[in-house]
């Protein structure tokens, strides 16, 4: 019974369309609608549960009735059958309804319906630019994610109960009173109109409130998330006291704003206990008065007490919710704003899949500048040939990187465009223009998962021993089997600890090159590629990084010229245009630019020579 409420909803199916929308309401129903079914049986078993829940007051009233007209020889035999079916409507029918309603509810509703959210939302951001992702703390971003779930499930579950608790409770206790006594049903009915005016004035504070404090809460974890991100750099710095100033200032900002909250909160409970005690204290006051003028009988008396402190309860109890509901809203406003947000450099609707046979890159006229009127890169036009091994000279700033960046279409071209084998690479998928190229980093990144779960990123459908080879080309075969983590695990099953952090530079960086190897594509970019290996491990993969060069249009970056010296061609950069281009001798032998970087590089060191190795790749400028 469980699995079959459990598997209604499925959480991780994929999600329709594109980004939620931006509006409260519309993200809202973005992902009500998709359970809308549940939510509608939800619906209907609150309010079968309410009506029940609404009868336990009459039938208090009815058995005391019964007990005080019938004596006890005779009120079986008269009365039996309306004491069964009182007992069997608890014992039996209320039950079976909140058995069904806590089925919907928790086995359908509650992880179904908050890891789908998750899900779905987690699918559209994690497709989002890298610049995306660079405006904001990761942490906040995957607190958002995390948190946006619950709380719009939650608040629509909460709704949809109250509701119904509120208008069946409400409505047939002022219809049973007066259909008794008029005058039973004027302090409910007075109650509702000031329940109505608390709601008015405390709920759009509350969700205001309650919205400051759920973004102060996604920013204090954001900063704790950058502090331990970066404790290296914060132990290497010994700024601990300073990570405790910046982590402060954002606890006493969400304490300022929760206790603004939860101020409003009391508030507004002491006001509804206050109106609550009018009104079993006025139906009471009045059920006495009626009871000895002999307008009503000692059932209805015990009818009308419990019945309106049942609504005092439920009214706290739907106060409570209602709470809960903006609190829950505010924290789903939180979200929206890394969430409902479209999706940045999305492929267009007919792009087509590159398709990569030679390697040709053409950059035409290419400008950018992130925006900025002074610009990056200006009118950029090179053209680099199937096979040919290009390198990327010039100081920090000059545009290496971005050019690379915008190869890999991280980022819009402001102007010009960029063609691989003819095929414009605005009009392809992202997902296909990656696939096709290969690029190894300085700062060297692994995921937080298994060597051999690193390697295979290279290549999913990888066989192990493809995954050892590549490790065995990239030097890093021995250094593996000697690995144990945390846990115990060793060699290939070992985890590499967030970012790679349980191994050093070095071997971050022959992981890395086993998983380009594996990856076999077309086009290789190097940045820096063997800068954190020592000379006798750099040398060995750099035979290795020849192989891997030959028949690939190859582009590196390196700030060490001696090695990106013997690349086919040397394109020297400053200030976002090309100054020079030719081979190493040449550039010498010109005397400007690049002859003058060699100059301060060198020190009058030989040019190398066929016996030298090289490095290479883009650096994030």
Same mark, same amino acid.
């Given at each position: 019974?469980?699995?079959?409420?459990?598997?209604?909803?499925?959480?991780?199916?994929?999600?329709?369309?594109?980004?939620?929308?931006?509006?409260?309401?519309?993200?809202?129903?973005?992902?009500?609608?998709?359970?809308?079914?549940?939510?509608?049986?939800?619906?209907?078993?609150?309010?079968?549960?309410?009506?029940?829940?609404?009868?336990?007051?009459?039938?208090?009233?009815?058995?005391?009735?019964?007990?005080?007209?019938?004596?006890?020889?005779?009120?079986?035999?008269?009365?039996?059958?309306?004491?069964?079916?009182?007992?069997?409507?608890?014992?039996?029918?209320?039950?079976?309804?909140?058995?069904?309603?806590?089925?919907?509810?928790?086995?359908?509703?509650?992880?179904?319906?908050?890891?789908?959210?998750?899900?779905?939302?987690?699918?559209?951001?994690?497709?989002?630019?890298?610049?995306?992702?660079?405006?904001?703390?990761?942490?906040?971003?995957?607190?958002?994610?995390?948190?946006?779930?619950?709380?719009?499930?939650?608040?629509?579950?909460?709704?949809?109960?109250?509701?119904?608790?509120?208008?069946?409770?409400?409505?047939?206790?002022?219809?049973?009173?007066?259909?008794?006594?008029?005058?039973?049903?004027?302090?409910?009915?007075?109650?509702?109109?000031?329940?109505?005016?608390?709601? =008015?004035?405390?709920?759009?504070?509350?969700?205001?409130?309650?919205?400051?404090?759920?973004?102060?809460?996604?920013?204090?974890?954001?900063?704790?998330?950058?502090?331990?991100?970066?404790?290296?750099?914060?132990? +290497?710095?010994?700024?601990?006291?300073?990570?405790?100033?910046?982590?402060?200032?954002?606890?006493?900002?969400?304490?300022?704003?929760?206790?603004?909250?939860?101020? +409003?909160?009391?508030?507004?409970? !002491?006001?509804?206990?206050? +109106?609550?005690?009018?009104?079993?204290?006025?139906?009471?006051?009045?059920?006495?008065?009626?009871?000895?003028?002999?307008?009503?009988?000692?059932?209805?008396?015990?009818?009308?007490?419990?019945?309106?402190?049942?609504?005092?309860?439920?009214?706290?109890?739907?106060?409570?919710?209602?709470?809960?509901?903006?609190?829950?809203?505010?924290?789903?406003?939180?979200?929206?704003?890394?969430?409902a947000v479209k999706r940045q450099m999305p492929d267009s609707p007919d792009a087509?899949?590159?398709?990569?046979?030679?390697?040709?890159?053409?950059?035409?006229?290419?400008?950018?500048?992130?925006?900025?009127?002074?610009?990056?890169?200006?009118?950029?036009?090179?053209?680099?040939?199937?096979?040919?091994?290009?390198?990327?000279?010039?100081?920090?700033?000059?545009?290496?990187?971005?050019?690379?960046?915008? +190869?890999?279409?991280?980022?819009?071209?402001?102007?010009?465009?960029?063609?691989?084998?003819?095929?414009?690479?605005?009009?392809?998928?992202?997902?296909? !223009?990656?696939?096709?190229?290969?690029?190894?980093?300085?700062?060297?990144?692994?995921?937080?998962?298994?060597?051999?779960?690193?390697?295979?990123?290279?290549?999913?459908?990888?066989?192990?021993?493809?995954?050892?080879?590549?490790?065995?080309?990239?030097?890093?075969?021995?250094?593996?089997?000697?690995?144990?983590?945390?846990?115990?695990?060793?060699?290939?099953?070992?985890?590499?600890?967030? =970012?790679?952090?349980?191994?050093?530079?070095?071997?971050?960086?022959?992981?890395?090159?086993?998983?380009?190897?594996?990856?076999?594509?077309?086009?290789?970019?190097?940045?820096?590629?063997?800068?954190?290996?020592?000379?006798?491990?750099?040398?060995?993969?750099?035979?290795?990084?020849?192989?891997?060069?030959?028949?690939?249009?190859?582009?590196?970056?390196?700030?060490?010229? &001696?090695?990106?010296?013997?690349?086919?061609?040397?394109?020297?950069?400053?200030?976002?245009?090309?100054?020079?281009?030719?081979?190493?001798?040449?550039?010498?032998?010109?005397?400007?630019?690049?002859?003058?970087?060699?100059?301060?590089? &060198?020190?009058?060191?030989?040019?190398?020579?066929?016996?030298?190795?090289?490095?290479?790749?883009?650096?994030?400028?």
């Amino acid at each position: 019974m469980f699995r079959a409420f459990e598997n209604l909803l499925q959480p991780t199916a994929l999600p329709p369309g594109d980004a939620p929308p931006a509006s409260l309401a519309g993200f809202y129903w973005h992902f009500a609608w998709q359970a809308c079914g549940l939510l509608v049986a939800l619906f209907c078993a609150g309010f079968f549960v309410a009506i029940l829940d609404s009868l336990i007051p009459v039938f208090i009233g009815r058995v005391v009735t019964l007990v005080s007209t019938h004596p006890p020889e005779t009120i079986w035999a008269e009365a039996g059958w309306q004491l069964l079916g009182m007992a069997f409507v608890m014992l039996v029918i209320r039950p079976i309804g909140l058995c069904t309603q806590n089925l919907i509810a928790n086995q359908a509703l509650v992880p179904g319906m908050s890891n789908m959210i998750r899900w779905q939302n987690h699918w559209h951001v994690v497709r989002q630019s890298w610049s995306f992702f660079q405006n904001d703390f990761a942490g906040r971003i995957a607190n958002r994610i995390i948190q946006t779930g619950p709380s719009l499930r939650e608040s629509v579950i909460a709704a949809t109960n109250a509701v119904w608790y509120i208008l069946v409770y409400g409505t047939s206790a002022i219809v049973l009173l007066a259909s008794n006594a008029l005058w039973l049903a004027l302090p409910i009915s007075l109650w509702f109109v000031g329940y109505l005016a608390l709601l =008015r004035g405390f709920v759009p504070r509350l969700r205001d409130r309650s919205r400051e404090t759920s973004e102060m809460r996604s920013a204090l974890t954001g900063r704790i998330v950058d502090s331990y991100t970066n404790i290296v750099t914060v132990k +290497l710095f010994a700024r601990a006291r300073d990570e405790d100033a910046f982590v402060r200032e954002a606890v006493d900002e969400h304490t300022v704003s929760f206790r603004n909250q939860v101020r +409003l909160i009391t508030l507004f409970g !002491l006001s509804l206990s206050t +109106l609550n005690a009018c009104m079993v204290v006025g139906t009471a006051a009045i059920a006495v008065w009626l009871w000895i003028g002999g307008t009503i009988g000692v059932g209805t008396v015990a009818m009308a007490l419990p019945l309106t402190w049942q609504i005092a309860n439920i009214a706290g109890w739907v106060a409570q919710n209602v709470t809960s509901i903006f609190e829950n809203i505010g924290t789903v406003q939180d979200g929206m704003k890394s969430i409902a947000v479209k999706r940045q450099m999305p492929d267009s609707p007919d792009a087509g899949t590159l398709e990569v046979t030679r390697g040709k890159i053409e950059f035409e006229r290419i400008s950018f500048g992130y925006g900025t009127e002074r610009g990056v890169l200006h009118g950029i036009d090179l053209t680099i040939a199937p096979g040919e091994r290009v390198g990327l000279v010039g100081h920090s700033g000059a545009g290496k990187s971005t050019l690379v960046n915008l +190869l890999l279409r991280f980022h819009d071209l402001e102007g010009g465009r960029i063609l691989i084998d003819g095929q414009d690479i605005s009009k392809v998928t992202q997902e296909s !223009l990656r696939r096709h190229i290969s690029m190894v980093t300085q700062d060297t990144s692994l995921l937080h998962r298994s060597i051999r779960d690193n390697i295979r990123y290279g290549r999913p459908d990888a066989s192990e021993a493809e995954i050892r080879d590549a490790a065995e080309r990239a030097h890093a075969i021995d250094f593996i089997a000697g690995l144990e983590d945390w846990n115990g695990r060793r060699g290939f099953d070992a985890h590499v600890g967030e =970012r790679g952090v349980k191994l050093s530079g070095g071997q971050r960086q022959r992981v890395a090159l086993a998983r380009v190897i594996l990856k076999n594509a077309p086009i290789l970019v190097l940045d820096e590629a063997t800068s954190a290996l020592d000379s006798e491990v750099e040398a060995a993969i750099q035979e290795q990084l020849d192989d891997l060069m030959k028949g690939r249009t190859v582009i590196a970056i390196a700030h060490r010229l &001696s090695t990106i010296a013997r690349m086919d061609r040397l394109i020297v950069l400053d200030h976002g245009r090309i100054v020079e281009q030719g081979a190493h001798s040449q550039l010498l032998a010109a005397g400007g630019a690049y002859a003058k970087l060699w100059r301060m590089q &060198s020190g009058g060191f030989k040019t190398p020579g066929p016996s030298d190795y090289i490095d290479t790749a883009p650096a994030a400028e």
